[in-house]
Nanobody
């Protein structure tokens, strides 16, 4: 069974940092494009960042320069390093992966930027991030 599990969420003050982890099982991250989505209460679920197997990345404008995607092939884990956190970053964060759609490439074309109608292969259960002022 292919699955991803997120971890690393928590509560942090404005300006602080958190690193979210997405651990894959049943597949390798060099086989699938992956992404982080988030949903704040009352808001639409939105794409935060994505990385394709060819290394292409995409970041939401509001997180560019603050968030960074990396992955560890040995641990089969992807990370979202989040710095200079703002209250607007408060949300449930979800890891997703897909074998056939280049998420970052499509995001550049304006696709897959929300969760609506989004049927990526694999989704995690989410991890909650709360940024307090």
């Amino acid at each position: 069974e292919e699955k991803v599990v997120e971890s690393g969420g928590g509560s942090v003050q404005v300006g602080g940092s958190l690193r979210l982890s997405c651990t894959a099982s049943g597949f390798s991250f060099d086989e699938k494009d992956m992404a982080w989505y988030r949903q704040a209460p009352g808001n639409e679920c939105e794409l935060v960042a994505a990385i394709d197997t060819d290394g292409l990345t995409w970041y939401r404008r509001s997180v560019r320069g603050r968030f960074n995607l990396t992955h560890d092939e040995v641990k089969n884990r992807a990370y979202l390093q989040m710095n200079s956190l703002e209250p607007e970053d408060t949300a449930a964060y979800y890891c997703a992966a897909d074998a056939t759609r280049p998420i970052a490439g499509w995001a550049l074309l304006g696709r897959l930027r929300t969760c609506a109608g989004n049927d990526l292969d694999t989704w995690g259960q989410g991890t909650l991030v709360t940024v307090t002022s």
